[in-house]
């Protein structure tokens, strides 16, 4: 005990000093006036932006990809699903660059082709855990409930879903860190976000204009996984969840 | 009451069609307990889950309580007859209390009625309401799971119960006190319950009568006593064991070997008196007890050659006496571990009432071949 407690505080004051020299790194970099006075505007202006983004294409994805991963997973589907999961996974391997591209071939340029891009990324993962979730509830369960006199629909309301709800929402969190982290892509076909002080940053070699976008970004996807993850703490029913 | 028809199950499969469940007529009376009993393999589970169609017979007919199954909606059939798993198979999602409220939410009970309804169960189990009502089943160990399994088949008080190896994966010991406990419960509740196990010792405590299967046919349907002395052929001979006599100790109580005619005598009695009575009796020796009736000592009449004075000063110790409800078994092994061929058996409230002694045990037994024979 008394050595975990050295190693606690020790990491404690390793950490405040190292705040203490990213702040001063900052200072040095002018990083604190560009980001609070310099670009202060085209911050929130496009973290507006970035916002809708992510909302849009991560909230279609889920309102789509649960539904089909369920869908996937009724008997009647299941000597197709495996197959139909192979697809999904290769789909997932495509680089989101490569995505965003192949849909602005196709769309043009601008934010629809963008939320699609984003949306075909984020969509994949959604499904396979929603899949995966449900079918890997224990078979004793079902017939279980199917004994005791279950119709179908309650069964999958009652007894499958709220049982891979855990696994579902780790599809949704993975699934959200692609989307946030592809999103400043989306600049480079005309949609917008944090992207274009990140990416205008780079070809000026204005480092601050740069981490003016990157650091949002970062926080963005931090804050993002909070949400979720305590979504899932709280939807998550107590005994299902490993960490409840 | 289950009735089975003609039950006939047949699988398709890729090495051909296979004979699960062969032609099948039974009855469960109302209020017993009719374990389906064999080999993996044998069809007795098929057979089980036709009764609540988890599996569709190919033909035959069952009646429950009179009714044909065919004819009630199969999900309507399924709330009225309760289902007990091996996996237990409690909802991890939902608590204790939900568990066992599946059913009679499904039938849209009132909530307060139905939870009311769960307290007393669980209660029932022998377990505080108070304290697992609101536990999710990942928090109970597996004896306790199992109970609220059990609870959970019995929520909506339907009058068939089915269950498929209940107690199958619970470690021996607990599984011996929830059997008890379910026997207990039964003799109170008298529910009709079919009960798949491959156990035999299993099904000779808990059955009322035993089937017997084998390659989908049931060949012996019987009172487990029967089954276990008297077994058809040489297959059910083998599987309920060569020791098969001896489980049938288990069957019988105390009492079936008691013999009332043994005397006793009084501590204050004297030991001359005593002697007299062994002698006139042929007997070798004699119960010793107190004015209330209680035993506590034995005289062995050849110890008594050329001693006088009280029975109370010569008595040797009882190392053991044995309740006229316990069942052989338990008193045939109490025989062996004091090394003695003699028991005192007393009633509930520890008085003399008789002995039984290991010639009486083996004659008890043995009167079933000869009946037979006869």
Known sequence: MG??????????????????????????????????????????FLTGDHLYLVAVSSGLAIVVGIPVGIWLSRPRMLRFSENIMQVFNIGTTIPTLAILALSMSFLGIGKTPAIFALWIATLLPIIRNTFVGITAVPKFLIEAATGMGMTPAQILLRVEIPNALYVIFAGI???????????????????GGLGELIFTGIDLDEIGMMLSGAIPVALLAIATDFVVSQLQQWTVPKGVNPNG | MIELE????????????????????????????????????????????????????????????????DESDVVELRRNIGYVIQQIGLFPNMTVEDNICAVPDLLGWDKGKSRKRAAELVEMMALEPSVFLKRFPKEL?????????????????????????????????????????????????????????????????????IAIFREGALVQYDVPDMILSHPADKFIADFVGSDRTLKRLRLLTVNDALEFERPSVLVTDELNAASKLMQDRGHANIVVVTKLGKPIGSLRLNDLKGKSGLVGDHR???????????????????????????????????????????????????????????
């Open chain 1, 173 to 191: 969190r993975t699934a959200l860190a692609i989307n946030v982290g592809t999103v400043p892509l989306a600049f480079l076909i005309g949609a």
């Open chain 2, 316 to 374: 040797a110790p009882l190392p053991i006496t044995i309740k006229v409800k316990d069942d052989l078994r338990n008193a045939v092994s109490s025989m062996f571990r004091h090394d003695t061929n003699w028991l005192v058996v007393v009633d509930d409230n520890g008085v003399f009432v008789g002995n039984i002694t290991q010639r009486g045990v083996t004659h008890l037994l043995g009167s079933a071949y000869r009946e037979v024979q006869d």
């Open chain 2, 141 to 209: 160990s597996g004896g306790q799971q199992q109970r609220i399994g059990v609870a959970r088949g019995l929520a909506a008080d339907p009058p068939v119960l089915l269950m498929d190896e209940p107690f199958g994966a619970i470690d021996p010991i607990n599984r011996e006190i929830i059997q008890d406990e379910f026997l207990k419960m039964q003799s109170a509740i008298r529910k009709t319950i079919m009960f798949v196990s491959h156990d035999i010792d299993e099904a000779v405590k808990m059955g009322d009568k």
């Open chain 2, 6 to 69: 003609n039950l006939t199950k047949v699988f398709e499969t890729a090495k051909g069609p296979v004979m699960a469940s062969d032609r099948v007529n039974m009855v469960v009376p109302e209020g017993e307990i009719c374990v389906l009993l064999g080999p993996s393999g044998c069809g007795k589970t098929t057979t089980m889950k036709m009764v609540n169609r988890l599996i569709e017979p190919t033909s035959g007919k069952i009646f429950i309580n009179g009714k044909d199954t």
């Open chain 1, 3 to 44: 050595n975990q407690n050295f190693i606690k505080s020790t990491s404690i004051y390793l950490g405040l000093f190292g705040v203490f020299l990213l702040g001063i790194f900052s200072e040095r970099m002018n990083l604190i006036e560009d980001m609070t006075v310099n670009y202060r505007d085209d911050i929130i």
